[in-house]
C-alpha cells in the first residue's frame, strides 16, 4: 500500500476507532476552538468536536477544524488524551496536561504529528467554560475556545 494512502486512511481511523470503547463509558461535553500553528506550515482554523471524562482527571477529545495551510482551504484532526493536574480543586483554573495525534490535510497532502500541550480549563464545574492551550503539533500550536455541557 503506497504511504499517502495508508496515512490517509490508518491514521485517521486509528484515531476515531481506538478511544471507541471508552466513549460509551464517558461523560460528554462539546467543545468549539480556534487552532493555530505558527511555526512549520502554518495552518489556522476553528473547529468543533467532543471530550470525554473516562476519569476524573482523565479526558478524551476529538477535534475536528477547517482552516487555511499555507494559504490554501484544509482540514485538521486531533485526538488527545488530558490529564487534569488538580481536578478536586474547585478553582477557576484548573491547569491540565495533554498528548495525542494531530493530522493536517489538504487536497493532495497529509502531515501527521504527534501532539504535546498544556492548558487551563477556566470553571471547569460549570455548564459554559473557557480553555486556552499552548504547545507542539506540527509547529508551535495555540488553541483557545469554549466547551459546553456539565459533568455529572
Do not use: C
Request: proline share 4%; no cysteine.
Amino acid at each position: 500500500m503506497k504511504s499517502w494512502l495508508r496515512s490517509r486512511t490508518v491514521l485517521p481511523l486509528a484515531m476515531v476507532l481506538l478511544p471507541a470503547p471508552l466513549w460509551g463509558q464517558a461523560e460528554v461535553r462539546w467543545r468549539a476552538q480556534g487552532v493555530a500553528t505558527v511555526t512549520g506550515r502554518a495552518f489556522v482554523g476553528v473547529g468543533v468536536g467532543p471530550v470525554g471524562r473516562v476519569a476524573r482527571r482523565i479526558r478524551l477529545g476529538l477535534t475536528l477544524s477547517a482552516g487555511a495551510w499555507n494559504g490554501a482551504g484544509a482540514g485538521r484532526v486531533e485526538w488527545a488524551v488530558a490529564f487534569a493536574l488538580d481536578a478536586r480543586r474547585r478553582a477557576r483554573w484548573v491547569p491540565y496536561v495533554a498528548g495525542g495525534l494531530a493530522a493536517t490535510f489538504d487536497g493532495e497532502e497529509v502531515a501527521e504529528h504527534m501532539l504535546v500541550t498544556a492548558g487551563v480549563d477556566a470553571r471547569p464545574g460549570s455548564r459554559l467554560g473557557g480553555f486556552a492551550e499552548v504547545g507542539v503539533a506540527g509547529g508551535v500550536r495555540i488553541a483557545a475556545g469554549l466547551r459546553v455541557g456539565r459533568w455529572r
